[in-house]
């Protein structure tokens, strides 16, 4: 999802309280604090050589102690207007990096209210060669580790 979409679904939600769900349905902590919004830019150079630069937005959670105060649309909306001070485009793709055993980043997919709940989707980062033509692995199935279990041969 990008930073205007993804803006406009939250102030379209106002006074709702917020959930974000894991792709297997896992969730965030309900009291999770958004404790920075930042434009990550990444400057590179793929495997064919072409120089790339790629900026996203970034959401960075805390679960922490405090399950007192909760996050609601409102607050969430006010902190996404900050974004305005950091030059993002508005079509960058939208990333939450949240805490687990060690940090992980997945891709905000979308945004869906249940009645007094609004719903962040995410969905996991993938990575991609962005030269299959130069490298010559076009056509070669992505491996994953997601769902694979013991079997063998499996990623």
Do not use: Y
């Not at 959930?19 to 349905?25: M, N, S, T």
């Not at 937005?57 to 609601?72: E, N, P, S």
């Not at 485009?89 to 992980?104: C, G, I, K, L, N």
């Not at 991609?128 to 490298?135: F, M, P, S």
């Amino acid at each position: 999802m990008k930073v205007a979409e993804f803006r406009a679904a939250i102030a379209a939600n106002p006074d709702c309280s917020l959930r974000v769900e894991l792709a297997d349905g896992a969730a965030i902590a309900d009291h999770f604090h958004v404790t920075e919004v930042s434009a990550v830019t990444k400057d590179f150079v793929d495997c064919g050589g072409v120089r790339r630069t790629e900026v996203r937005c970034g959401l960075q959670t805390l679960v922490a102690g405090d399950i007192d105060h909760r996050l609601t649309t409102t607050k969430l909306a006010k902190i996404l207007a900050l974004v305005e001070q950091l030059d993002l485009p508005e079509d960058a793709v939208v990333e939450v990096e949240h805490q687990e055993r060690s940090v992980s980043i997945d891709v905000v997919d979308s945004v869906v209210r249940r009645g007094e709940t609004v719903v962040i989707r995410l969905r996991p980062k993938q990575t991609a060669c962005l030269a299959e033509d130069a490298c010559g692995i076009g056509g070669l199935p992505q491996l994953t580790t997601l769902g694979c279990g013991d079997r063998p041969g499996c990623c």
